[in-house]
């Protein structure tokens, strides 16, 4: 089992930063991949960002490529989010997991996620 625990969460207006963090606890940590998902309100979870469990690869949902950054920390066992410029569209509740597999975005691949953090993003 892994625990996951996400912070840095809150209120911030348009164009400004965040960075959210994952805290991975219970098994090892480095050979999973990890990923953030988001879930605003009456919409479904969607994907976010991911990263190998080196780090050496990241991919990008199209609607923050450019805007978020995806890194990880494996002697730390954490994972961030870094989100600049930040829209109203942002708002959501972000999760991290943890997946057996690599740089994938359904949410049916990951085996483990936390409890997530709420983001929201004031016009």
């Known amino acids: 089992q892994v625990q996951l625990v996400e912070s840095g969460g809150g209120l911030v207006q348009a164009g400004g930063s965040l960075r959210l963090s994952c805290a991975a606890s219970g098994r090892t940590f480095s050979p999973y991949a990890m990923g953030w998902f988001r879930q605003a309100p009456g919409k479904e979870r969607e994907f976010v960002a991911a990263i190998t469990w080196s780090g050496g690869s990241t991919y990008y949902a199209d609607s923050v490529k450019g805007r978020f950054t995806i890194s990880r920390d494996n002697a730390k066992n954490m994972v961030y989010l870094q989100m600049n410029n930040l829209k109203p569209e942002d708002t959501a509740v972000y999760y991290c997991?943890?997946?057996?597999?690599?740089?994938?975005?359904?949410?049916?691949?990951?085996?483990?996620w936390g409890q997530g953090t709420q983001v929201t993003v004031s016009s």
């Open positions: 997991a943890a997946t057996h597999q690599s740089l994938v975005t359904m949410s049916s691949r990951y085996n483990y």
